[in-house]
């Protein structure tokens, strides 16, 4: 037991207990031998920066939250719709204005029959939400089309669709941030000389929320998400006329983008309340009927009062329909329109969610860097999170906050994970077969007809506007994530241990060598590190000025005996090249028939008291850690020295005791160090030693 035991006494002679004090108690809950868990206090930085740093992310992102703090963070079904549905239900703000731009083409007639297009697209987002449910059910730890393709086709199946889903959320945060600043738009014209410098801002505030975690940006972006949908009621006509068949899929390849974000519920049932898989399938059943009689009903609206769509710069569809419903200037037009552009703002939020979390989940896969998978202080997925903003803005910057210039690039990869996700399903239907299979079967096999059906016809019409460049990303996407898996594989099998492997004691020795700039209390430090680690030490001093070295040199023999000290002299005033080629030449000296041994490089580093003076030092320490790593048989050890702190050789030297080796271990006689080798032209790692 860790800690010590203090009697105590109490007023009666009788009265006594045992005060048990363990060391450990304000830092550590003691859960068992040789078994601790951390407590806040264990996490306290030690420094005034750290810890003024420490208080800013409190202030901007809030506390810590501890690993079971996770279930009170999950989202109830209120708050989840907010969440995880603003981007699906913002979409009708633009997906009636692309149908009407390609009709518009055909003239005023042809508009009539964007009622037809969007009750067309409306019947296909009632199957795929129909089929993701079921994902939802099938699947409650989230993945949505890479976990179920992944699952039951192949594993390159799902990094296609993992692929095919980074790629359509990160133009869910650019489309729909371009979106929102159209609607300011309207209200302001001015706002489009400053969409940039918005837009920008926007993400960065998400961002912020996100890393605060599920619950608060939950409580921020209910509000809006539910004031679009309550003021954007609007009734139904019933009008109808021909058109060419050519014309109609273009429209509806461009209306399709009202589906993206739909399956992001699948991919997030983890975040719900339990029952997880129940709450998130009646979401997704609830923000589908709120995305189809938005949608469609936004179309009826346009087409009855002749609504147009304007050039770049002007109101958008959404924005006419409110202005000639309420009345251009009137309160309700004013509310409308910020709401409108809160929840395009907002809609980005459904990224934040999703993409970290799939990040996440390839990352214990081992395709995506493995830092993807660390949650915050926040249990956020930060990496993922911050790597979403960066490309997102970096997008929305390339295209000029264009919205029909990204829009293209839009709805292809999402239909193509439409496709996988529902051929998955049908494979797990046929393999499981549980009550309901058959019916649960019929479901995904169409849905999964008709997505591909549409992904052929959104990459025909868009192929030219620049969907082009996601067939062209998502093999590379793909590539990049075999390559990590590949490497992530490679080193799991060079670093695995065999099961019947028992460890033992070191058989090799070893030799220390620790590079020295002169004399002083840090060196001394080092020293005595060396020494605890092994017998054979030496020091090593690389120098241009041999004046300076023969001094220090008897300087050094002087107050610190049986440490051999090596100088180098270095005529082209390098010190990494030396010191490596001194360290290859002893390798090159020791005897062919013995085991070679572990080199421990022992490198002193004076530690400053405050951030700005340790730009001053350790800087060749720095340069020499680079370059030893990866060296083979060799260990870098760091030793720090702080001066309000006495060293290891004054310590030793207080207590009488001779600054010397171990005790019992009889110091490496000078005699064995290798000398430097000799200085010769030419590279400094092709000298030979004497």
């Given at each position: ?6 009697p105590?006494r109490g007023?009666?002679p009788?009265d006594?207990?045992v005060?048990v004090e363990?060391?450990h ?5 003691y859960m068992g031998p040789n078994t ?11 420094t ?6 420490a208080?800013v992310?409190?202030v901007?992102?809030g506390?810590?939250?501890s690993s ?5 963070e ?17 979409s009708?703000a633009y997906?009636?204005?692309e149908?009407?731009r390609?009709?518009?083409v055909?003239g005023?007639s042809?508009?009539l029959?964007s009622?037809e ?11 795929v939400s ?6 939802c ?7 949505g089309a890479?976990v ?6 192949a594993?390159?199946?799902g990094?296609i669709a993992?692929?095919s889903?980074?790629i359509?959320y990160v ?5 729909s941030?371009a979106a ?7 209200l302001?014209p001015a ?7 918005i837009?920008?801002?926007s ?13 608060e940006?939950?409580n921020i ?5 539910y004031?679009?949908?309550a003021?954007?009621?609007v009734?139904?006509p019933q009008p ?7 014309l ?5 390849a461009g209306?399709s983008?009202?589906l ?6 699948a991919?997030g049932v983890?975040a719900?309340?339990?029952p997880?898989?129940?709450?998130a ?12 009689v938005?949608?469609v009903g936004l179309t009826?609206f346009?087409?009855?009062y002749g609504?147009r769509?304007?050039q770049?710069?002007g109101a958008?569809i959404?924005?006419l329909a ?7 200037g ?8 910020i ?8 809609a ?9 979390r799939l990040?996440?989940?390839l990352?214990e896969d ?11 202080d ?6 993922g999170?911050?790597?979403?903003a960066?490309?997102?803005f970096g997008?929305?910057?390339l295209?000029?906050?264009?919205t029909h210039?990204l ?5 292809v ?8 996700s529902?051929a998955?399903m049908?494979?797990h239907?046929?393999?499981v077969r549980e ?13 999964c007809?008709l997505?591909a059906?549409v992904l052929?016809?959104?990459v ?11 067939v062209?990303?998502?093999p590379?996407?793909v ?6 898996h ?12 065999d099961p019947?492997?028992v460890?033992?004691?070191p058989?090799r020795e070893?030799r220390?060598?620790i590079p ?5 209390r ?11 680690i092994g017998?054979?030490?030496?020091a090593?001093?690389?120098t241009?000025?041999a004046?300076?070295?023969?001094g220090?040199?008897?300087?050094f023999e002087?107050?610190?005996p049986?440490?051999?000290?090596v100088?180098?002299e270095s005529p082209y ?6 010191l ?5 030449v002893?390798d090159?000296?020791?005897p062919?028939?013995k085991?070679?041994?572990?080199t421990?490089?022992v490198?002193p580093?004076?530690?400053a008291?405050?951030?700005w ?6 800087q060749a320490?720095r ?6 790593l990866?060296?083979?048989h060799t ?6 020295y702080r001066r309000e ?6 310590a030793a030297?207080a207590?009488?005791a001779?600054?010397?080796?171990p005790?019992?271990?009889p110091p490496?006689?000078?005699s ?8 010769t032209?030419?590279?400094a790692?092709h000298?030979?030693?004497?």
């Amino acid at each position: 037991m860790i800690g010590g035991r203090r009697p105590l006494r109490g007023r009666k002679p009788a009265d006594r207990r045992v005060r048990v004090e363990r060391p450990h108690a304000p830092y550590f809950r003691y859960m068992g031998p040789n078994t601790l868990v951390a407590k806040p206090a264990a996490n306290v930085a030690q420094t005034p920066a750290g810890r003024f740093m420490a208080r800013v992310r409190g202030v901007v992102f809030g506390r810590p939250l501890s690993s079971e703090e996770e279930i009170t963070e999950r989202l109830s079904k209120v708050k989840a719709l907010a969440i995880f549905s603003s981007d699906a239900i913002s979409s009708s703000a633009y997906a009636t204005e692309e149908i009407l731009r390609v009709l518009l083409v055909a003239g005023a007639s042809a508009l009539l029959l964007s009622v037809e297009v969007s009750l067309a697209i409306a019947l296909l987002l009632a199957v795929v939400s129909l089929s993701y449910r079921q994902v939802c059910r099938a699947y409650p730890n989230g993945g949505g089309a890479y976990v179920v393709a992944r699952t039951n086709l192949a594993p390159i199946f799902g990094l296609i669709a993992a692929a095919s889903l980074l790629i359509d959320y990160v133009m869910t945060v650019a489309v729909s941030t371009a979106a929102a600043i159209v609607q300011l738009q309207s209200l302001w014209p001015a706002v489009y000389d400053y969409r940039i410098v918005i837009a920008f801002t926007s993400i960065s505030l998400i961002t912020i929320a996100n890393l605060r975690g599920l619950r608060e940006s939950g409580n921020i972006f209910a509000v809006p998400t539910y004031l679009f949908v309550a003021l954007d009621a609007v009734p139904f006509p019933q009008p109808l006329e021909l058109v060419t068949v050519f014309l109609l899929l273009k429209a509806f390849a461009g209306g399709s983008v009202a589906l993206t974000g739909v399956e992001a519920i699948a991919n997030g049932v983890p975040a719900f309340k339990p029952p997880e898989s129940k709450n998130a399938a009646n979401t997704m059943t609830a923000m589908s009927v709120l995305l189809g009689v938005l949608f469609v009903g936004l179309t009826v609206f346009a087409v009855q009062y002749g609504l147009r769509p304007t050039q770049p710069g002007g109101a958008s569809i959404v924005a006419l329909a409110a202005r000639t419903a309420y009345g251009d200037g009137s309160v309700l037009y004013i509310l409308f329109a910020i709401s409108t552009a809160l929840i395009l703002f907002l809609a980005a939020n459904t990224s934040f969610n999703a993409f970290p979390r799939l990040a996440a989940i390839l990352a214990e896969d081992g395709y995506m860097p493995r830092q993807f998978s660390f949650r915050g202080d926040r249990l956020a997925y930060s990496w993922g999170i911050v790597l979403l903003a960066a490309i997102a803005f970096g997008l929305l910057w390339l295209f000029g906050g264009d919205t029909h210039a990204l829009i293209p690039l839009y709805s292809v990869g999402v239909f193509l994970c439409f496709t996988l996700s529902q051929a998955g399903m049908v494979r797990h239907w046929l393999q499981v077969r549980e009550p309901g299979w058959r019916w649960r079967l019929i479901v995904n096999a169409f849905g999964c007809v008709l997505t591909a059906v549409v992904l052929i016809i959104v990459v025909s019409e868009k192929f030219r506007d620049g969907a082009y460049l996601v067939v062209i990303l998502v093999p590379v996407l793909v590539g990049m994530m075999l390559f990590i898996h590949q490497q992530y594989a490679r080193s799991n099998k060079q670093l695995q241990v065999d099961p019947k492997l028992v460890v033992k004691p070191p058989q090799r020795e070893e030799r220390i060598v620790i590079p020295i700039p002169g004399l002083n209390r840090a060196v001394v430090q080092a020293v005595q590190v060396a020494r605890s680690i092994g017998n054979d030490v030496r020091a090593v001093y690389i120098t241009d000025d041999a004046t300076e070295a023969a001094g220090l040199r008897e300087e050094f023999e002087r107050q610190v005996p049986n440490v051999p000290l090596v100088i180098v002299e270095s005529p082209y005033r390098a010190l990494v090249g030396p010191l490596l080629a001194y360290l290859d030449v002893l390798d090159a000296a020791w005897p062919p028939d013995k085991p070679e041994p572990i080199t421990f490089v022992v490198i002193p580093e004076y530690v400053a008291r405050s951030w700005w003076e340790r730009l001053l030092y350790n800087q060749a320490a720095r340069r020499l850690r680079t370059a030893l790593l990866g060296r083979p048989h060799t260990v870098v050890v760091a030793v720090p020295y702080r001066r309000e702190e006495p060293s290891v050789f004054e310590a030793a030297q207080a207590a009488g005791a001779p600054p010397g080796p171990p005790s019992g271990a009889p110091p490496a006689p000078a005699s064995e160090a290798p000398p430097a080798p000799p200085s010769t032209d030419g590279d400094a790692r092709h000298r030979e030693g004497s």
